[in-house]
Every structure is written in C-alpha cells, then in structure tokens.
C-alpha cells in the first residue's frame, strides 16, 4: 500500500516512510492511496476471530512488505493484549469499552500499534530512534506507555512543570526503562516549541534519530480501525442495523470507523458527537467548515477547534458534504447536559460514564431507531481519570483501577530543566 498526502495526491510514500515522518513534508496528512474492500471470506469468519487476528487481519493491506506477516502477527498480539468488551447499558443500547489498556484511555490503542512498527524498523536499520513528546497530560502517557521496553526506541517526554494533574504526573514520571520525563519550567507551548526547534536542529537529529509520535500518525490511526470489526463481531447473530456514536476531538476515532464502512464493514451509520466545540456537528449541519479557538469543558480530552483529522474526513468522501451526511450525523452538548446523561444513565442502570462516554450516549440517543437499528457508544476512558467530576455528578465514591492505583503510589523520577533551548539541547547530547 502507498500513501499520498492530503496536501498532494501525486507524491507516493511507503507505510514506513509515512510512519516515521508522521506529517508529510508539504505538512498534510498521510493517506492510503486506495481503502482495501475486505474479502466476502473475512466477514463471514469474523464473528471467529479474535481481537489480535482481526487486526493482523485487516493492518496486513495497509502494511504491505513494510512489516513482515510473521512480525505484524506478533505486533498485534502484543498491542491488543486487553479486551475491548461490548457492554450492554440499556435496551438497544451498548457500549464499547475501549478503556481497558494500560492508561485506561482509547488512545493506548493507537499509541501501542505506531510503537511496535516503529521499533520494527528501528530494529531493521539497527539504528536506535528517539522520540520526542510534548504533552499537556493525557496523551503523553498514552505515548510512553506504549513504547515502554519497546527496543530500539529511547522516549523523552516534556511536561508543564505543575500544570498537569497528579495521577498524569505520576503516569509520566514512574514509567522508567527507556522512557525519561523531563519537567519544564514553564507551559505546555514552551514544551511543544523546544521539541519544535529539536526537530530543526541537525547536530540533534543526526546524533538522535529523532522521530515524533504525533496524533497524526497513520500508524495511530489504521489500528482504530480494528476495533468496530471486533465491535460488530460480538454483536453477532443480529438482523439489526448497527450504529455507532464516537466522542469526538481531533475525530481520529471517528475516522478509524468510516475506513472500517469502506473496508466494507456494514456499519449502518455514525454519530459524530461533540462538546461546545462543535465544528464538525456544525459542518455536517450547514457544509461550512469553520475552525475555531478552542473552549475548554468536562470532557477536556474533546476540548479541539481544529480537528487534525477533518482533513482525512474530507479525502475518503472527495469533499462532497452530501456524500458525508449520508454516513455520518452531528450532535453537540453542553457540560450541563453532560452531566444529566451521566446522573440519569447512573440512577436508572447503574452504569457509569466518564464524561466524554456521556456525550456519545446522548448523541446515540438523539438520532438512534430502536425499532431496526443497534446502537453502540464509544467509552474513551476509564471514568476513574475523571474521577473528581463523576464523584461530583453521581455524588458517589469510585474504584480507581489497581494499576492507575499503583502508579500512584510509586516514586516520582524526572529531570527539572528550564524553558531554554540551550540546556534542552545540552541535556539530548548527554544522554548518548
Ligand atoms: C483523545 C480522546 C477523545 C477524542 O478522540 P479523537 O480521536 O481525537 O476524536 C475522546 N475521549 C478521550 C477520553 C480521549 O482521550
């Protein structure tokens, strides 16, 4: 499979060139040049298969000879090594829980899957890379999580001194291995600009092998893709049409879905769902795409103005709005109504949201059939990692998971540097 920009069509990339530059050179986003329609075969063996075979099964079209079979085998079963169970929450509707994986967010799946390919070609070249992060909390631990002992892949988180939460310090600063966090005296814009000027310094680059892990990496996105095959898989035998609901942001998630539809997974139809910031919904509503200024609310994880993917959106559907509303419908709420989903899903089930499920929940409800259709909700994260806003809204105590526990109760390890390029710089030259 080659991969062509969104910026220019006529360029052609590998998979692991696309991998390891993350963006393309014209700063667009990677793309399959043609969506693989899954063979007749696969889908009536799906319901068969398990987690790991479906995503060898359907990563192997995109991969090519970039990675071999035996190899990709081993990497998907390594990645997706927890369940992503089904869950029944109420009549005609269920939930995906994708918030099972090491940081308790959906985002390990991607993270897991980019870290494995890129270690395999560390290891093919027998050069070492290293890879830079910047993060404001939540991603940054996904990321390091999953290049942890990964060989051949040395990781230097940066973090806001004192501006990310205590249970995300702790996941960034007790990984140890090959993972360092340093802590920057200063924002997250200062993190983000010292990996930045990194990145345009050649001594580093030629010293390092520096690679990002962006969100934007294909290999980030190709594997949330897997988990809708899965999704449909347990909820076969049914004569019902499936509809799935994603709590949306930079909508990789979402698009991880609509590539599976044009895999050929019948998938009914998708509800992008949105807090207040609602480009998308508003886009699908009148065909006008207008990025803004974020604004900040409960479900922070979704807190994006200009989402990265929209630009991939746009490509599967040749920018035709009438083509993308036939797949996809928009909602958006506010935290107000966030948090009656969470109380009134709560008191008649018992079932906990985290907030960014409860805004899925309440777009599934708006346009779900329940005469012919299924529905089904993303839940992106462990409601324990929102853990003071559901115990406020539910007014009840919840179970940290054991290992989120753990974490934080280990010691905290990280380097204190300044927000000054020079002693980032002295501190890579070091390490080596
Ligand atoms: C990142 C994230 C989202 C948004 O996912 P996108 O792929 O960016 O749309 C939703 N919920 C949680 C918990 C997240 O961490």
């Not at 035996?70 to 992503?84: G, H, K, Q, W």
């Not at 907030?355 to 529905?375: C, F, I, R, T």
């Not at 290992?403 to 030259?429: P, R, T, V, W």
Request: charged share 20%; aromatic share 10%; net charge negative.
């Amino acid at each position: 499979m080659k991969y062509f920009s969104t910026n220019n069509t006529e360029l052609r990339y590998s998979f692991k060139e696309a991998v390891i530059k993350g963006l393309a050179p014209d700063k667009g986003l990677f793309f399959p040049v043609s969506i693989p329609k899954l063979s007749d075969a696969f889908f009536k063996n799906l319901p068969n298969l398990s987690l790991p075979e479906i995503g060898f099964e359907v990563a192997k079209h995109f991969v090519g000879d970039d990675i071999s079979d035996a190899n990709l085998r081993e990497i998907t079963e390594e990645v997706l090594n927890f369940p992503i169970p089904v869950v029944p929450v109420e009549e005609g509707i269920s939930t995906l829980e994708l918030f099972h994986g090491p940081t308790c967010a959906f985002k390990d799946v991607g993270a897991r899957f980019m870290s494995r390919c890129l270690s395999a070609f560390a290891k093919k070249s027998q050069e070492d890379v290293t890879i830079l992060v910047a993060t404001s909390g939540d991603t940054g631990s996904a990321v390091a999580n999953g290049f942890l002992g990964v060989e051949g892949v040395q990781v230097i988180i940066l973090y806001p001194a004192g501006k990310v939460s205590k249970i995300q310090e702790q996941q960034l600063t007790t990984m140890g291995q090959n993972i360092t966090a340093l802590e920057v005296d200063g924002t997250f814009d200062d993190c983000q600009a010292l990996v930045k000027t990194a990145f345009a310094d050649k001594e580093l680059n030629e010293k390092l092998n520096l690679t990002s892990a962006n969100s934007i990496n294909i290999a980030r996105l190709l594997p949330q893709s897997f988990y809708y095959f899965y999704a449909w898989a347990q909820m076969q035998p049914t004569n019902k049409k499936l509809v799935f609901s994603v709590p949306s942001g930079n909508y990789g998630n979402l698009t991880g879905g609509l590539l599976a539809k044009q895999m050929g997974l019948p998938i009914h139809s998708f509800v992008a769902a949105a807090n207040k910031n609602k480009v998308v919904p508003d886009y699908l509503a009148s065909g006008k795409y207008e990025p803004k200024a974020s604004v900040q609310t409960i479900s922070n994880a979704m807190d994006v103005g200009t989402p990265s993917n929209f630009a991939r959106m746009m490509e599967m559907y040749q920018d035709r709005h009438a083509d993308v509303i036939k797949d996809v419908n928009g909602a958006w709420y506010t935290d107000e109504e966030t948090e009656e989903a969470m109380l009134d899903v709560y008191n008649r089930t018992k079932y906990i949201l985290d907030p960014h499920g409860a805004v899925a929940y309440l777009g599934l409800k708006k346009y779900l059939n329940v005469k012919d259709e299924l529905g089904i909700f993303l839940e992106t994260a462990h409601p324990a990692k929102f853990k003071d806003t559901v115990e406020a809204v539910l007014n009840t105590e919840i179970k940290i998971p054991d290992y989120l526990q753990e974490c934080l109760g280990k010691k905290k390890l990280s380097f204190l540097i300044s927000k000054e390029f020079n002693d980032f710089k002295a501190y890579l030259l070091k390490i080596d």
